[in-house]
């Protein structure tokens, strides 16, 4: 699950409210074991994705760097690239 969690930072365009929830979500699906949890746990579970995703949001609003912003784009297909070598299938 938590290969799905992707670095955020420092990307042009900046990371979006979206993409910081689904690293939180995964994040909490994979501390917590659940996929979807029980209705039982299920408040639980949401609140610690808002938690998180409230947290992580901080985190991306206060670091800083002298580093220039990646491009989505190139950080896409060199993923690619290497999960083409990784599982031995073509680039598409």
Same mark, same amino acid.
């Given at each position: 699950?938590?290969?799905?969690?992707?670095?955020?930072?420092?990307? %042009?365009? #900046? /990371?979006?409210?979206?993409? !910081?929830? &689904?690293?939180? $979500?995964?994040?909490?699906?994979?501390?917590?074991?659940?996929?979807?949890?029980?209705?039982?746990?299920?408040?639980?579970? %949401?609140? #610690? /994705?808002?938690?998180?995703? !409230?947290? &992580?949001?901080? $985190?991306?609003?206060?670091?800083?760097?002298?580093?220039?912003?990646?491009?989505?784009?190139?950080?896409?297909?060199?993923?690619?690239?290497?999960?083409?070598?990784?599982?031995?299938?073509?680039?598409?």
């Amino acid at each position: 699950m938590c290969r799905n969690i992707k670095p955020l930072f420092n990307y %042009e365009p #900046a /990371v979006t409210e979206d993409e !910081i929830r &689904a690293a939180s $979500l995964q994040f909490v699906r994979k501390i917590s074991g659940f996929t979807e949890p029980s209705k039982a746990n299920e408040a639980a579970f %949401e609140q #610690a /994705v808002r938690d998180v995703t !409230i947290v &992580a949001q901080q $985190l991306m609003n206060s670091l800083v760097t002298n580093a220039e912003p990646r491009n989505r784009e190139v950080e896409a297909q060199r993923a690619r690239e290497r999960n083409a070598i990784r599982f031995g299938t073509k680039e598409s």
